[in-house]
């Protein structure tokens, strides 16, 4: 990482003369990547689960499940360098994306959690840090937005 260096050395024999020339270059890490953040919801004694595809199963808007279990999942994270050391996952309040309710930690060849949100009214947001080997990191904001 950072500042490198190699020495570039050229010789033609015929003529007995060689040339040395040092090529300065900075390596980068290659941050993480994923495609997609999905989230199920699947209930303890439901293993259909609930959400909007599976409304005709159980609807979690008129039924009450307390607290909604959500699970967040990552699909298809890679780091194109390295490996992912590990997750950081969270969720918040829509309208106050500074102060995360909940965060959880995940080592990298686990890349999904749970989180039980408790039945209160709110729109809440659910996201991922991802961090590399080389101690990079990268959200998946800024991959796929909110």
């Known amino acids: 990482m950072g500042c490198s260096y190699i020495d570039l050395t050229s ?8 040339d040395k020339v040092r090529i300065y270059f900075n390596v980068v890490n290659a941050l993480p990547k994923l495609d997609n953040l999905i989230l199920a919801f699947p209930q ?3 293993e259909v689960g609930v959400g ?15 607290p909604l279990i959500v699970k967040v999942s990552a ?24 102060r995360a309710l909940e965060t959880k ?8 959690v749970f989180f039980s949100l408790p039945r209160v009214p709110g729109e809440f947001m659910f ?20």
Do not use: A, C, L
């Open 11 to 18: 010789e033609d024999t015929t003529i007995s003369k060689s």
């Open 75 to 98: 699909t298809n994270p890679i780091d194109p360098d390295g490996f992912i050391s590990y997750f950081k996952w969270y969720y918040y309040y829509k309208d106050d994306p500074s």
């Open 44 to 46: 303890y004694g439901n």
């Open 127 to 146: 996201g991922v840090t991802m961090y590399d080997n080389d101690e990079g990191q990268q959200s998946n904001d800024d991959i796929i937005g909110n």
């Open 105 to 112: 930690i995940t080592p990298g060849n686990i890349p999904y």
């Open 52 to 66: 909007f595809t599976e409304n005709n199963v159980k609807d979690i808007f008129n039924d009450t499940f307390d």
